[in-house]
T-cell receptor, first 113, second 117 residues
Framework: AQSVTQLDSHVSVSEGTPVLLRCNYSSSYSPSLFWYVQHPNKGLQLLLKYTSAATLVKGINGFEAEFKKSETSFHLTKPSAHMSDAAEYFCVVNVDQGGKLIFGQGTELSVKP | KAGVTQTPRYLIKTRGQQVTLSCSPISGHRSVSWYQQTPGQGLQFLFEYFSETQRNKGNFPGRFSGRQFSNSRSEMNVSTLELGDSALYLC????????????????FGPGTRLTVL
């Protein structure tokens, strides 16, 4: 069965410092993986997706993620945090090649001035 | 291109009532999926509709149902509401292409906040 584990429920960084949000997945075959962001009282916005092309995926707002099959990881990074990055981030796997997404429990990112 | 729209944005109901939520997908998208978001359970998949047919279903009781119309708009219905149904209900649309379902990207609406008293 496919599953996603986000290793940190909350991450706090200072503005201008790097961001690392960790995600491990479990899948019986090559998965499609996504990172979504949710700002308070808003819907989910797609940051980036991995679909078995390049293992290093670049997304919007300076975020990127690297797919590592040997480690079953798909960590999200950003070189320099901005105050507007404060939000909840979800690592997501596509299940059974179909329309069902499995979400991690989310990581709340706080950015201190 | 307009995004996914959901109506209403907020609803307050009492236990035992039923509720209908609506979702209009992005133009050209034929797949609509529904998710429930709660603080305790996180985001959980309810069901997916494609071309007016339910194509995928999550592990929710039969009180949760949905349908899709010929214009791809979708409705979700919850009957006999329980306190635990209080949640943010999110709708997502995608192209839903059969050959590309693994890479199909879902775009989410702002959600409907349902409160059951």
């Amino acid at each position: 069965a496919q599953s996603v584990t986000q290793l940190d429920s909350h991450v706090s960084v200072s503005e201008g410092t790097p961001v690392l949000l960790r995600c491990n997945y479990s899948s019986s075959y090559s998965p499609s993986l996504f990172w979504y962001v949710q700002h308070p009282n808003k819907g989910l916005q797609l940051l980036l997706k991995y679909t078995s092309a390049a293992t290093l995926v670049k997304g919007i707002n300076g975020f990127e993620a690297e797919f590592k099959k040997s480690e079953t990881s798909f960590h999200l990074t950003k070189p320099s945090a901005h105050m507007s990055d404060a939000a909840e981030y979800f690592c997501v796997v596509n299940v059974d090649q179909g329309g069902k997404l499995i979400f991690g429990q989310g990581t709340e990112l706080s950015v201190k001035p | 291109k307009a995004g996914v729209t959901q109506t209403p944005r907020y609803l307050i109901k009492t236990r035992g009532q039923q509720v209908t939520l609506s979702c209009s997908p992005i133009s050209g998208h034929r797949s609509v999926s529904w998710y429930q978001q709660t603080p305790g359970q996180g985001l959980q998949f309810l069901f997916e509709y494609f071309s007016e047919t339910q194509r995928n279903k999550g592990n929710f009781p039969g009180r949760f149902s949905g349908r899709q119309f010929s214009n791809s708009r979708s409705e979700m219905n919850v009957s006999t509401l329980e306190l635990g149904d209080s949640a943010l209900y999110l709708c997502a649309s995608s192209l839903g292409l059969a050959g590309g379902r693994a890479t199909d990207t879902q775009y989410f609406g702002p959600g409907t906040r349902l409160t059951v008293l």
